[in-house]
Protein backbone atom coordinates (compact mmCIF):
# COMPACT_ATOMS: atom_id res chain seq x y z
CA UNK A 1 0.00 0.00 0.00
CA UNK A 2 1.46 3.21 -0.86
CA UNK A 3 1.64 5.77 1.78
CA UNK A 4 -0.87 7.85 0.09
CA UNK A 5 -3.21 4.97 0.18
CA UNK A 6 -2.71 4.73 3.77
CA UNK A 7 -2.98 8.24 4.26
CA UNK A 8 -6.30 8.19 2.37
CA UNK A 9 -7.63 5.42 4.49
CA UNK A 10 -6.55 6.76 7.78
CA UNK A 11 -8.45 9.74 7.39
CA UNK A 12 -11.48 7.70 6.28
CA UNK A 13 -11.39 5.64 9.57
CA UNK A 14 -11.13 9.20 11.86
CA UNK A 15 -14.08 10.88 9.62
CA UNK A 16 -16.49 7.91 10.82
CA UNK A 17 -14.97 7.62 14.13
CA UNK A 18 -15.72 11.37 14.60
CA UNK A 19 -19.26 10.98 12.85
CA UNK A 20 -20.23 8.20 15.04
CA UNK A 21 -18.82 10.18 18.45
CA UNK A 22 -20.96 12.95 17.41
CA UNK A 23 -24.21 10.80 16.69
CA UNK A 24 -23.78 9.05 19.82
CA UNK A 25 -23.31 12.02 22.09
CA UNK A 26 -25.53 14.47 21.32
CA UNK A 27 -28.73 14.27 22.96
CA UNK A 28 -31.23 16.45 21.13
CA UNK A 29 -30.49 17.37 17.74
CA UNK A 30 -29.54 21.20 18.05
CA UNK A 31 -27.92 23.01 20.73
CA UNK A 32 -28.66 26.82 20.16
CA UNK A 33 -25.78 28.21 22.12
CA UNK A 34 -23.53 25.34 19.91
CA UNK A 35 -24.97 26.98 16.79
CA UNK A 36 -24.52 30.39 17.85
CA UNK A 37 -21.16 29.74 19.07
CA UNK A 38 -20.62 28.14 15.76
CA UNK A 39 -21.78 31.01 13.55
CA UNK A 40 -19.45 33.38 15.54
CA UNK A 41 -16.60 31.16 14.53
CA UNK A 42 -17.96 30.59 10.99
CA UNK A 43 -17.16 34.82 10.84
CA UNK A 44 -13.84 34.80 12.13
CA UNK A 45 -12.13 31.85 11.41
CA UNK A 46 -14.01 31.01 7.82
CA UNK A 47 -15.58 27.87 7.10
CA UNK A 48 -18.96 26.43 6.86
CA UNK A 49 -21.21 26.82 10.25
CA UNK A 50 -22.11 23.41 10.16
CA UNK A 51 -18.35 22.20 10.46
CA UNK A 52 -17.14 24.59 13.28
CA UNK A 53 -20.76 23.41 14.92
CA UNK A 54 -19.64 19.55 14.53
CA UNK A 55 -15.92 20.84 16.04
CA UNK A 56 -18.03 22.30 19.05
CA UNK A 57 -20.44 19.36 19.90
CA UNK A 58 -16.69 17.35 20.03
CA UNK A 59 -15.15 19.50 21.99
CA UNK A 60 -18.39 20.01 23.98
CA UNK A 61 -18.77 16.14 24.94
CA UNK A 62 -16.99 15.81 27.94
CA UNK A 63 -19.12 19.09 29.04
CA UNK A 64 -22.02 19.49 27.24
CA UNK A 65 -24.14 22.86 27.32
CA UNK A 66 -27.50 22.60 29.72
CA UNK A 67 -30.69 22.20 28.75
CA UNK A 68 -31.53 25.37 29.14
CA UNK A 69 -28.80 26.33 26.58
CA UNK A 70 -29.40 23.49 24.56
CA UNK A 71 -32.95 25.31 23.87
CA UNK A 72 -31.89 29.00 23.68
CA UNK A 73 -35.31 30.91 22.89
CA UNK A 74 -37.22 27.81 23.13
CA UNK A 75 -36.71 27.61 26.77
CA UNK A 76 -40.15 27.78 28.86
CA UNK A 77 -38.89 28.94 32.24
CA UNK A 78 -42.14 28.69 33.79
CA UNK A 79 -42.36 24.81 32.86
CA UNK A 80 -38.78 24.36 32.85
CA UNK A 81 -38.81 22.83 29.76
CA UNK A 82 -37.52 22.92 25.76
CA UNK A 83 -40.88 23.74 23.99
CA UNK A 84 -40.31 21.89 20.74
CA UNK A 85 -39.32 19.43 22.86
CA UNK A 86 -42.34 19.59 25.05
CA UNK A 87 -44.52 19.78 21.97
CA UNK A 88 -43.35 16.50 20.10
CA UNK A 89 -43.81 14.43 23.42
CA UNK A 90 -47.40 16.01 23.59
CA UNK A 91 -48.17 15.05 20.08
Known amino acids: MTPRELTTKATRSARVDTQDRIRHTTTIMTCEKCWADAYQRAQHRRGPQVSHYHELLLERVDRPCSPREQAG ?4 DEQQVH ?9
Not at 73 to 76: D, E, G, I, L, V
Not at 83 to 91: D, G, H, N
Open 73 to 76: SFWN
Open 83 to 91: QRLAAKESA
